[in-house]
């Protein structure tokens, strides 16, 4: 029974993330985006509980890889598709809509199969990247489609990037908590129901600053690789001829 709890905690995520889509579809954004980052709440405590009671599992990983699809990858998309696509070309806004969580299904099986480093994350995480997402969409009044699409863009590209992100994941969970995690969670569920476009703007601004983290580390290696090619160009020439 004890090695079922983290499991529970997961497909409390992928309940969270059909209910998302659902709400998206009915046109009740707001919530929608609550049930993402509630969802959010719960991806992060399924591994911390898993490691406090030494019940870690391949089931548990693969499941967990499946349910972030659902709820980081598809729910996010299609929330921004019904509130920000509306008024552009629909295959056009099919295909971008549909590479946003093929690029976190890739992101995911890169994770399950490759080595990472340790106290970092190989590209964008998922659940960040479809946390900002949902968030994103709560400005589509402000924010026109354009810049709507390259926004989710670069998400999708940071999420198969390279760049390393802070692991805070291993921030362990002392096995006397988890009596209080439903806690933890009713009381979040509560203040998002009560409170749902304060908190998902609120939410936004640090899934913002960790996302935005990845292109500042991009660009500041692309700026370096940059620098050396200028300062030995023979080298750099010949090492594109191999």
């Given at each position: 029974m004890t090695k079922s709890i983290p499991n529970m905690f997961t497909l409390g995520n992928l309940f969270l993330g059909m209910i998302g889509i659902i709400l998206a579809t009915k046109g009740s954004t707001n919530m929608a985006a609550i049930m993402i980052i509630i969802a959010m709440l719960l991806?992060?405590?399924?591994?911390?509980?898993?490691?406090?009671?030494?019940?870690?599992?391949?089931?548990?990983?693969e499941l967990d890889s499946l349910s972030d699809v659902i709820s980081f990858g598809v729910a996010p998309a299609l929330i921004m598709y019904t509130v920000a696509f509306g008024g552009i070309n629909e295959?056009?806004?099919?295909?971008?809509?549909a590479i946003f969580p093929m690029c976190g299904a890739l992101r995911l099986a890169r994770f399950n199969v490759r080595p990472g480093?340790?106290?970092?994350?190989?590209?964008?995480?998922i659940p960040a990247a479809g946390g900002v997402l949902a968030t994103l969409a709560l400005f589509h009044e402000e924010i026109t489609a354009p810049y709507m699409i390259i926004a989710m863009l670069l998400l999708s590209y940071l999420m198969i990037s390279s760049v390393k992100y802070p692991n805070f994941k291993k921030i362990g969970l002392p096995k006397k908590a988890i009596k209080y995690t439903?806690?933890?969670?009713?009381?979040a569920v509560m203040v998002a129901v009560f409170f749902p476009e304060q908190t998902s703007k609120l939410i936004f601004v640090p899934l913002l600053l960790y996302a935005g983290y990845g292109l500042k580390q991009n660009f500041r290696?692309?700026?370096?690789?940059?620098?050396?090619?200028?300062?030995?160009p023979d080298e750099a020439y010949h090492s594109s001829d191999r």
């Open positions: 991806d992060g405590l399924d591994g911390r509980v898993a490691r406090a009671l030494n019940a870690q599992s391949e089931f548990g990983k295959a056009f806004a099919w295909t971008i809509t480093i340790p106290g970092y994350f190989i590209g964008l995480p439903p806690i933890v969670v009713i009381a290696k692309l700026s370096r690789k940059k620098r050396q090619e200028d300062r030995n």
